[in-house]
């Protein structure tokens, strides 16, 4: 198994600028999750989805994010405008339905200039 | 307001001592208590979940102490290892579909060789 991929690993942009990380779950895995990761805030969660439906979005900063899942096989994480603020390492997670076992990606560092 | 309280934010231990790392919790209904591990550039990876019908669980040289009455969980690493340097995360969540983990601020562990 692949495990969980996002893209990109590294991303730099600059203020204002529309950002879109993305995320492949494991497959077979039903729960999807959405984290953002800084030295100040430790592991935030931003955002899960069920089975493609978004369950809990209370994490989300404010409108400048939104987080789309599609499919079962892809989710995205927008940021529009981005801000310095934002600059963080971004994680997705994965997990099959009756387990509690998260699997995260590499994460994508993310640098607002 | 913080949920799970993690403690110490650091610890640097000596190579084969022992490593301690505890939380506590406030929700009486969480009913799944892991600890991840996460090396530098990494995501977070499960390392060893308890529940609380059991006061301890040990796999290999890693042991969760659990005290329900105190609502305490801790990390024991027995003949810490420099390859143990890490940050762990503590975290936490209720039974049922809900499956959104309450983390830990997490604590950075280095073992001195």
């Known amino acids: 198994d692949a495990g969980v991929i996002q893209s990109p690993r590294h991303e730099v942009t600059e203020m204002g600028q529309e950002v879109t990380l993305r995320c492949k779950p494991i497959?077979?895995?039903?729960?999807l999750f959405w984290y953002r990761q800084t030295m100040m805030r430790g592991l935030e969660l931003l955002i899960y989805f069920n089975n493609n439906v978004p369950i809990d979005d209370s994490g989300m900063p404010e409108d400048r994010f939104s987080a789309k899942m599609p499919n079962a096989s892809f989710s995205t994480l927008k940021i529009q405008p981005s801000e310095p603020r934002d600059s963080a390492v971004y994680f997705c997670a994965s997990t099959s339905l009756g387990s509690h076992e998260q699997y995260f990606g590499p994460g994508t560092r993310l640098t607002v200039t | 307001q913080q949920q799970v309280k993690q403690s110490p934010q650091s610890l640097i231990v000596q190579k084969g001592g022992i490593s301690i790392i505890n939380c506590a919790y406030e929700n009486t209904a969480f009913d799944y208590f892991p600890w991840y591990q996460q090396f530098p550039g990494k995501g977070p990876a499960l390392l060893i979940a308890i529940r609380p019908d059991v006061s301890e669980k040990k796999e290999g040289r890693f042991t969760i102490s659990f005290n329900k009455s105190a609502k305490q969980f801790s990390l024991h690493i027995m003949d810490s290892q420099p390859g143990d340097s890490a940050t762990y995360f503590c975290a936490a969540s209720r039974a049922g579909n809900n499956r959104k983990l309450i983390w830990g601020l997490g604590t950075s562990l280095a073992v001195n060789p």
């Open positions: 497959s077979g895995h039903n729960s």
